[in-house]
């Protein structure tokens, strides 16, 4: 059965002014459910995890003075978002739906997190509206449970994933590869593993010809036996945050061929969300759903 996280908070609204589509954490699994792509048995609830699984990877001086609530201006500035408890509580909830999907997917092949894909958190800070790293928290716990050694982390997202690039940059068990538009977000660039910076405008055509030539072979040489996959959806060419020119069906077909690479190698696969940000709130809830549509197609 595909397992899917969600919880109200996801949708936790933000001071007027704010224009990072909030809307869409509500409406996606309501398009599920109102589809039949799913039912009200494939979505669980996550909960606070254990500060020890995120302390595994970020700096525990930056986590609890994020969660006291004492994170300097500057600092909290970078993240984009108004500092509050809500909103910690926000990332802590998603960060241990990553966990429990990570623990589903190794039981049924794949599992998602309606929200997530927060790479641009560091070890030490958060940005772009990303305070913890949900991915990297999932990957250690996974490891340190002994339910993995070589993780891969598929970063398909528009911006590049610069945070867990960082936060993996001396770990041979993690191994990070972006693939993102290279005049997007972050400017300055850190090193995943191998990076696929793409010129504005990049079709779908070119996209996928470079993703199948790739992916395959990394998979053969790495040997990973998990794999997170930062779906995003900020690649189609109507996305405000993105510069690249994939269309809806280009998109989906991206997803088709990362999900069934991995249930053809028995892999599993855990999805989070990431970005979407179209002026049209119905192009970010197909283009999403379309990965969920695919993920019971594919595994179920």
């Known amino acids: 059965m595909l397992k899917i996280a ?3 908070i996801y949708k ?39 500060d020890k699984y995120i302390v595994a990877v970020h700096d525990p001086e930056y986590y609890y003075e994020v969660v006291n609530l004492t994170l300097d201006q500057r600092a909290a500035r970078k993240i984009g978002f108004p500092l509050s408890r809500a909103l910690v509580e926000r990332e802590v909830i998603i960060a241990d739906g990553t966990i429990k999907a990570s623990e589903h997917a190794l039981k049924y092949g794949i599992a998602m997190n309606i929200a997530g894909g927060t790479h641009h958190a560091y070890t030490n800070r958060g940005e772009a509206f990303c305070l913890l790293n949900d991915q990297a928290i999932g990957a250690r716990f996974i490891q340190k ?25 001396n770990d041979d068990s993690v191994f990070t590869f972006s693939m993102h538009g290279k005049s997007n977000y972050p ?14 405008d990049t079709n779908d055509k070119t996209y996928l010809k470079i993703l199948k030539d790739i992916l395959p072979k990394l998979i053969d040489e790495q040997q990973p036996d998990f794999v997170y996959y930062l779906s995003g959806v900020d690649v189609i060419a109507s996305d405000k945050l993105g510069k690249l020119g994939m269309s809806i069906d280009g998109c ?18 855990m999805c989070s969300m990431g970005g979407g940000y179209s002026a049209d709130i119905k192009i970010i809830i197909d283009a999403h759903a379309n990965t969920y549509r695919l993920a019971q197609e594919i595994f179920f």
Do not use: W
């Open 145 to 169: 449970k002994g339910l993995a050694n070589k993780v891969l982390i598929v970063d398909l997202d528009v911006h590049q994933g610069n945070g867990t690039a960082e936060i993996f940059q």
């Open 6 to 8: 969600y919880h109200s």
């Open 252 to 269: 989906k077909e991206r997803d088709r061929f990362v999900l069934q690479t991995c249930k053809n190698l028995k892999i599993p696969i």
């Open 187 to 200: 400017f300055k660039k850190e090193l995943s593993d191998l990076d696929i910076a793409l010129d504005n």
């Open 12 to 50: 936790h609204p933000l001071p007027e002014g704010h224009r990072f589509p909030m809307e869409k954490y509500e409406l996606l699994p309501q398009q599920l459910l109102h589809e039949g792509t799913c039912t009200s048995d494939n979505f669980f609830e996550p909960k606070k995890p254990n």
